[in-house]
Nanobody
């Protein structure tokens, strides 16, 4: 059973930066479409960004474009989410998701995909 572990969450001030890391166990991330999704208290899951399998092609939600960057390190078998110019509304639990398909722009279903356990990001002054 593959496992994804997120790290790098924490606290930041508005305008600050954080880098989230997604480290898998049991899978080679190059063969998966990797997505970051988030959930803030009382709200539904929200898609943040995706990088297609076997590709450097990336897609971003409107709120993330220009501030967040998703990258993959094939040598380290990790996926990152660099978040700059953070805003208080970015406060949420962030999850990485590995999917076999090449769809993006939506929250991948739990069934058939591999989700991490989440890492908390808190942005406040």
């Amino acid at each position: 059973e593959p496992v994804l572990i997120e790290a790098g969450g924490g606290s930041a001030q508005p305008g600050g930066s954080l880098t989230l890391i997604c480290q898998p166990s049991g899978i080679d991330l190059r063969w998966f479409t990797m997505s970051w999704v988030r959930q803030s208290p009382g709200n539904e899951f929200e898609w943040v960004a995706s990088m297609l399998e076997r590709s450097e092609t990336t897609y971003y939600a409107d709120f993330a474009r220009g501030r967040f960057t998703i990258t993959r390190d094939n040598k380290m078998n990790r996926v990152y989410l660099q978040m700059n110019n953070l805003e208080t509304k970015d406060t949420a639990t962030y999850y990485c998701v590995a999917s076999r398909d090449r769809r993006w722009g939506r929250v991948p279903p739990r069934a058939g995909n591999t989700w991490g356990q989440g890492t908390q990001v808190t942005v406040s002054s």
